[in-house]
């Protein structure tokens, strides 16, 4: 079971849904299930005929995903139960994701969400095996089959129980130490170590495998220890992200893209300035209105629309001028992380900066947000990128996940001290 906002991994093919969750295969699966196929159909090999042993070796490869399937069901189950919604279900090559929009907001709620998934492969593993024990000898290839996919499950559940993120294991970890301590940040931290002491583990235990001649059990052991750095390594730059957006404030991060025009001025201005502006530049600027060096409005083109062209001379600004108040806006003292979520709530996505005087100093958008937390994090990006993320006025290459991120902000900070979201 994953996170939205954890490692993810490609939507793929929507094949239909369960219960109203999409369930996705990626194009890896296929691989997976020819080879899972090949190494089953050998076990079948000596008690079956070769046509025979190919199709039992399918059908165990497809009842072992029908378990994965199973297992993150059983997640995305009591997800929904736990009212966190579930996104999809995807299958891929290393087994199955359930991707869910954001974090429980309470430590067991969590831990009975990451400890339903296990608990499914350890019943299926119970039932298989119990039943495959009960079974006639003259169906030796139905007893193999069972206990084949029963040990599977087996294996599948103990292993997902590991105490390190990203397995099962390490998010009941992560809830029972955010359940004692109160900080879902230590939960974290603690289960990320444990789980990168699991991965180097499995690397060199994998690697003395392979050298005492274990062959593709060693190689599989090291790609799995891998996999689980990558994932690992995911969670602490996500802590990392996390602690950025709570840092740094609006003030550092936020441009200026209003323009300001007198409020005695005719239409025909505003239509010149209209007139300058270059569509490579995004959506169009702001226009403020002033009267004698104090802010009076703002201004739209709607009176450019509306009106003849023969009018705009004799139409002044401060006729058509709307309150200041009708933007959407923020403080220049607010986090990142309190900004991505007023973007996200706006229809232009962009935000009016307002100084600790009341005053407009500026202005935020996505792209302003991405390029603060960019460069703290001494990160650059090809300039054209950049601009194509201007021009849509998106986030940046690498922080499209902005919005997720501080929503799982958000649930933990609802599950802790609410305060410690804007701190």
């Not at 994953?2 to 219960?19: A, M, N, P, S, Y």
């Not at 029908?66 to 995305?76: K, N, P, Q």
């Not at 397995?167 to 230590?186: C, E, F, N, P, T």
């Not at 009076?296 to 709607?302: A, K, S, T, Y």
Request: net charge neutral; charged share 15%; with cysteine.
């Amino acid at each position: 079971m994953r996170h939205t906002t954890d490692l993810v991994v490609g939507e793929g093919w929507q094949l239909f849904k369960i219960g109203g969750i999409p369930l996705r295969l990626q194009p890896s699966w296929l691989f997976a299930v020819a080879i899972f196929t090949t190494l089953f159909q050998g076990r079948y090999a000596a008690t079956a005929s070769l046509p025979v042993s190919w199709g039992l070796g399918l059908l165990t490869t497809l009842l072992l995903f029908t378990s994965v399937l199973l297992h993150e069901l059983g997640h995305a189950l009591m997800a929904l139960r736990e009212g966190v919604r579930v996104l999809s279900i995807t299958l891929f090559h290393l087994g199955g994701i359930a991707r869910i929009e954001k974090e429980c907001s309470t430590a067991m709620g969590s831990l009975r969400i990451a400890a339903a998934g296990p608990l499914v492969s350890l019943l299926l593993a119970l039932a298989m095996l119990l039943s495959a024990a009960s079974i006639s000898e003259d169906q030796a290839w139905l007893t193999l089959l069972l206990s084949q996919v029963g040990l599977l499950n087996l294996m599948l559940g103990l292993f997902n129980l590991l105490p390190g993120l990203p397995l099962d294991g390490g998010l009941i970890l992560k809830a029972l130490v955010w359940q004692i301590s109160g900080s879902q940040k230590r939960g974290v931290e603690v289960a990320s170590a444990s789980g990168r002491a699991l991965s180097i583990l499995m690397i060199v235990a994998g690697g003395v495998l392979m050298f005492q001649g274990g062959g593709l059990n060693g190689v599989l052991l090291m790609l799995i220890g891998w996999f689980g750095l990558g994932a690992n390594r995911s969670q602490t730059q996500m802590l990392q992200l996390q602690a950025v957006l709570k840092e740094l404030r609006v003030e550092g991060a936020s441009g200026r893209r209003f323009r300001v025009l007198e409020a005695d001025q005719p239409l025909r201005r505003l239509s010149s300035l209209r007139l300058q502006d270059s569509e490579e530049k995004g959506p169009a600027d702001w226009v403020l209105v002033c009267r004698e060096g104090r802010w009076v409005g703002w201004i739209d083109d709607r009176p450019l629309r509306d009106l003849p062209v023969q009018q705009w001379d004799q139409q002044r600004l401060e006729d058509h001028l709307k309150p200041l108040n009708q933007l959407p806006s923020i403080a220049t003292t607010a986090s990142l992380a309190e900004a991505v979520a007023a973007l996200e709530t706006t229809a232009e996505g962009r935000l009016l900066v307002f100084s600790p005087a009341g005053l407009p100093s500026g202005t935020l958008d996505r792209m302003d947000v991405g390029d603060a937390v960019l460069k703290k994090l001494g990160v650059t990006l090809p300039p054209q990128v950049l601009a194509e993320a201007r021009k849509r006025n998106g986030y940046p290459l690498g922080l499209v996940m902005l919005p997720q991120i501080v929503a799982s902000m958000k649930a933990q900070s609802d599950g802790e001290d609410a305060s410690s979201f804007s701190s």
